[in-house]
Protein backbone atom coordinates (compact mmCIF):
# COMPACT_ATOMS: atom_id res chain seq x y z
CA UNK A 1 0.00 0.00 0.00
CA UNK A 2 1.53 3.87 -1.21
CA UNK A 3 0.30 4.75 2.87
CA UNK A 4 -1.74 7.91 3.60
CA UNK A 5 -1.14 10.60 0.68
CA UNK A 6 -1.21 13.93 0.78
CA UNK A 7 -1.74 16.75 -1.76
CA UNK A 8 -0.06 19.25 -2.52
CA UNK A 9 3.14 19.13 -0.14
CA UNK A 10 3.69 22.53 -0.56
CA UNK A 11 1.31 25.62 -0.87
CA UNK A 12 1.77 29.01 -0.56
CA UNK A 13 -0.74 31.57 -1.11
CA UNK A 14 -1.98 35.12 -0.54
CA UNK A 15 -3.85 36.05 2.73
CA UNK A 16 -7.73 35.80 1.75
CA UNK A 17 -7.56 33.09 -1.15
CA UNK A 18 -8.94 29.55 -0.36
CA UNK A 19 -6.41 27.09 -0.03
CA UNK A 20 -7.70 23.15 -0.44
CA UNK A 21 -5.81 20.78 0.89
CA UNK A 22 -6.37 16.85 0.20
CA UNK A 23 -6.07 13.77 1.83
CA UNK A 24 -6.49 9.87 0.46
CA UNK A 25 -6.60 7.76 3.15
CA UNK A 26 -5.30 3.89 3.73
CA UNK A 27 -7.43 1.60 1.73
CA UNK A 28 -10.27 -0.07 3.74
CA UNK A 29 -9.17 2.19 7.10
CA UNK A 30 -12.41 3.99 8.41
CA UNK A 31 -11.07 6.63 10.82
CA UNK A 32 -9.86 9.36 9.19
CA UNK A 33 -8.25 12.93 11.03
CA UNK A 34 -6.88 15.77 10.36
CA UNK A 35 -4.12 17.70 12.71
CA UNK A 36 -2.58 21.07 12.25
CA UNK A 37 1.10 21.72 13.74
CA UNK A 38 2.87 24.77 14.37
CA UNK A 39 6.05 25.66 16.91
CA UNK A 40 3.55 27.24 19.04
CA UNK A 41 0.69 24.90 19.41
CA UNK A 42 2.22 21.65 18.22
CA UNK A 43 0.41 18.92 16.97
CA UNK A 44 -3.89 19.83 16.91
CA UNK A 45 -6.24 17.13 16.11
CA UNK A 46 -8.31 19.45 14.30
CA UNK A 47 -11.28 16.81 12.98
CA UNK A 48 -11.99 13.21 12.36
CA UNK A 49 -14.19 11.13 10.35
CA UNK A 50 -15.66 7.73 10.78
CA UNK A 51 -17.13 5.55 7.56
CA UNK A 52 -17.15 9.54 5.86
CA UNK A 53 -19.15 11.20 8.44
CA UNK A 54 -17.76 13.62 11.25
CA UNK A 55 -17.35 12.83 14.23
CA UNK A 56 -15.78 15.41 16.32
CA UNK A 57 -14.90 18.90 15.38
CA UNK A 58 -14.10 20.05 18.15
CA UNK A 59 -10.37 21.18 17.34
CA UNK A 60 -11.51 23.26 14.19
CA UNK A 61 -10.39 26.81 14.69
CA UNK A 62 -12.78 29.02 13.51
CA UNK A 63 -15.61 28.64 10.49
CA UNK A 64 -13.49 29.79 8.17
CA UNK A 65 -12.02 25.94 8.35
CA UNK A 66 -13.96 23.26 6.52
CA UNK A 67 -14.10 19.52 6.04
CA UNK A 68 -15.44 16.80 4.18
CA UNK A 69 -15.27 13.29 3.38
CA UNK A 70 -17.30 12.64 -0.02
CA UNK A 71 -16.46 9.12 0.06
CA UNK A 72 -14.27 6.57 1.76
CA UNK A 73 -10.91 7.68 -0.51
CA UNK A 74 -10.86 11.22 -0.43
CA UNK A 75 -11.05 13.92 1.86
CA UNK A 76 -9.91 17.41 1.53
CA UNK A 77 -9.49 20.51 4.35
CA UNK A 78 -10.36 24.04 2.89
CA UNK A 79 -9.68 27.20 4.20
CA UNK A 80 -11.81 30.08 2.89
CA UNK A 81 -10.12 32.85 3.15
CA UNK A 82 -7.03 32.09 4.57
CA UNK A 83 -4.85 33.82 6.88
CA UNK A 84 -1.37 33.99 7.56
CA UNK A 85 -1.91 32.68 11.37
CA UNK A 86 -2.86 29.50 9.28
CA UNK A 87 0.71 28.77 8.26
CA UNK A 88 0.97 25.23 9.34
CA UNK A 89 2.34 22.07 8.22
CA UNK A 90 -1.71 19.85 8.32
CA UNK A 91 -1.45 16.05 8.58
CA UNK A 92 -4.06 13.43 7.52
CA UNK A 93 -4.00 10.61 9.04
CA UNK A 94 -6.49 7.43 8.72
CA UNK A 95 -6.54 3.97 11.12
CA UNK A 96 -9.07 0.64 11.42
CA UNK A 97 -11.19 0.25 14.09
CA UNK A 98 -9.12 -1.17 16.65
CA UNK A 99 -8.53 -4.82 16.53
CA UNK A 100 -7.26 -6.91 19.83
CA UNK A 101 -6.51 -3.50 21.39
CA UNK A 102 -4.27 -2.31 18.70
CA UNK A 103 -4.89 1.17 17.54
CA UNK A 104 -2.36 2.59 15.12
CA UNK A 105 -2.50 5.91 13.15
CA UNK A 106 -1.05 6.49 10.20
CA UNK A 107 -0.16 9.78 9.58
CA UNK A 108 0.78 11.12 5.70
CA UNK A 109 4.09 13.14 4.90
CA UNK A 110 1.56 16.55 4.98
CA UNK A 111 1.15 19.62 3.41
CA UNK A 112 3.48 22.55 4.47
CA UNK A 113 1.10 25.99 3.87
CA UNK A 114 2.81 29.41 3.77
CA UNK A 115 0.27 31.76 3.98
CA UNK A 116 1.96 35.63 3.25
CA UNK B 1 -4.70 19.26 31.03
CA UNK B 2 -1.66 17.65 29.93
CA UNK B 3 -2.25 13.77 30.90
CA UNK B 4 1.85 12.69 30.21
CA UNK B 5 5.18 15.03 31.71
CA UNK B 6 8.30 13.86 29.48
CA UNK B 7 11.62 15.58 29.74
CA UNK B 8 11.83 18.31 26.91
CA UNK B 9 15.13 16.75 25.42
CA UNK B 10 18.00 14.41 25.52
CA UNK B 11 20.98 13.27 24.30
CA UNK B 12 22.16 9.80 23.62
CA UNK B 13 25.17 8.19 21.62
CA UNK B 14 24.93 6.00 18.64
CA UNK B 15 25.09 2.13 19.74
CA UNK B 16 23.95 2.77 23.39
CA UNK B 17 20.44 2.48 25.06
CA UNK B 18 18.19 5.45 24.87
CA UNK B 19 15.73 5.35 27.75
CA UNK B 20 12.81 7.84 27.73
CA UNK B 21 10.94 8.29 30.55
CA UNK B 22 7.21 9.30 30.79
CA UNK B 23 4.97 9.91 33.55
CA UNK B 24 1.16 9.42 33.42
CA UNK B 25 0.11 9.97 37.53
CA UNK B 26 -3.29 10.32 36.87
CA UNK B 27 -3.86 7.39 34.35
CA UNK B 28 -6.93 5.40 34.25
CA UNK B 29 -7.31 1.39 34.77
CA UNK B 30 -8.53 2.05 30.86
CA UNK B 31 -6.13 3.93 29.31
CA UNK B 32 -3.54 2.71 27.24
CA UNK B 33 -0.05 4.12 27.01
CA UNK B 34 0.90 4.93 23.49
CA UNK B 35 4.68 6.33 22.05
CA UNK B 36 4.74 7.85 18.57
CA UNK B 37 7.88 9.67 17.47
CA UNK B 38 8.27 11.86 14.52
CA UNK B 39 11.35 12.45 12.85
CA UNK B 40 12.04 15.60 11.16
CA UNK B 41 9.71 16.69 8.32
CA UNK B 42 8.10 13.55 8.83
CA UNK B 43 4.12 12.42 10.36
CA UNK B 44 4.52 10.90 13.31
CA UNK B 45 5.14 7.01 13.65
CA UNK B 46 3.49 4.31 15.57
CA UNK B 47 6.26 2.92 18.16
CA UNK B 48 4.58 0.72 20.56
CA UNK B 49 1.81 0.88 23.09
CA UNK B 50 0.47 -0.85 26.40
CA UNK B 51 -1.81 -1.29 29.16
CA UNK B 52 -0.06 -2.77 31.88
CA UNK B 53 2.69 -5.36 30.82
CA UNK B 54 6.07 -4.94 29.67
CA UNK B 55 5.87 -4.68 26.01
CA UNK B 56 8.89 -5.08 23.32
CA UNK B 57 8.92 -4.90 19.08
CA UNK B 58 11.29 -5.17 16.35
CA UNK B 59 11.35 -1.15 17.46
CA UNK B 60 11.26 -0.66 21.39
CA UNK B 61 10.36 -2.34 24.51
CA UNK B 62 8.33 -0.20 26.57
CA UNK B 63 8.26 -0.71 30.22
CA UNK B 64 5.30 -0.11 32.51
CA UNK B 65 5.48 0.41 36.29
CA UNK B 66 3.51 -1.68 38.43
CA UNK B 67 1.34 1.38 39.53
CA UNK B 68 1.09 2.56 35.82
CA UNK B 69 1.82 6.15 36.74
CA UNK B 70 5.07 6.07 34.78
CA UNK B 71 6.87 4.41 31.71
CA UNK B 72 10.00 3.73 30.04
CA UNK B 73 10.49 3.74 26.01
CA UNK B 74 13.91 1.64 25.82
CA UNK B 75 15.50 2.04 22.12
CA UNK B 76 17.84 -1.11 22.79
CA UNK B 77 20.52 0.19 19.93
CA UNK B 78 19.89 3.92 18.90
CA UNK B 79 21.23 5.41 15.86
CA UNK B 80 21.49 8.27 14.16
CA UNK B 81 17.99 8.08 11.94
CA UNK B 82 16.36 7.30 15.92
CA UNK B 83 16.81 11.27 16.03
CA UNK B 84 13.49 12.65 16.17
CA UNK B 85 11.08 13.70 18.98
CA UNK B 86 9.25 11.09 21.05
CA UNK B 87 5.69 10.99 22.57
CA UNK B 88 4.13 9.14 25.19
CA UNK B 89 0.58 9.65 24.93
CA UNK B 90 -2.39 8.17 27.08
CA UNK B 91 -5.33 6.71 25.33
CA UNK B 92 -8.31 5.24 26.84
CA UNK B 93 -9.70 2.35 24.99
CA UNK B 94 -12.67 3.77 23.11
CA UNK B 95 -11.42 7.03 22.30
CA UNK B 96 -10.20 7.67 18.97
CA UNK B 97 -7.97 10.68 19.67
CA UNK B 98 -4.90 11.15 19.90
CA UNK B 99 -3.27 14.42 22.22
CA UNK B 100 0.33 14.96 21.62
CA UNK B 101 2.11 16.96 23.94
CA UNK B 102 5.08 18.39 23.54
CA UNK B 103 7.47 15.17 23.36
CA UNK B 104 10.95 14.53 24.16
CA UNK B 105 13.75 15.72 21.45
CA UNK B 106 16.08 12.70 21.37
CA UNK B 107 19.60 13.36 19.38
CA UNK B 108 21.40 10.71 18.53
CA UNK B 109 25.31 11.43 18.57
CA UNK B 110 27.98 9.53 17.06
Known amino acids: DAGVIQSPRHEVTEMGQEVTLRCKPISGHDYLFWYRQTMMRGLELLIY????????DSGMPEDRFSAKMPNASFSTLKIQPSEPRDSAVYFCASTLSPSGGIYEQYFGPGTRLTVT | DAKTTQPTSMDCAEGRAANLPCNHSTISGNEYVYWYRQIHSQGPQYIIHGLKNNETNEMASLIITEDRKSSTLILPHATLRDTAVYYCIVRAANDYKLSFGAGTTVTVRA
Open chain 1, 49 to 56: FNNNVPID
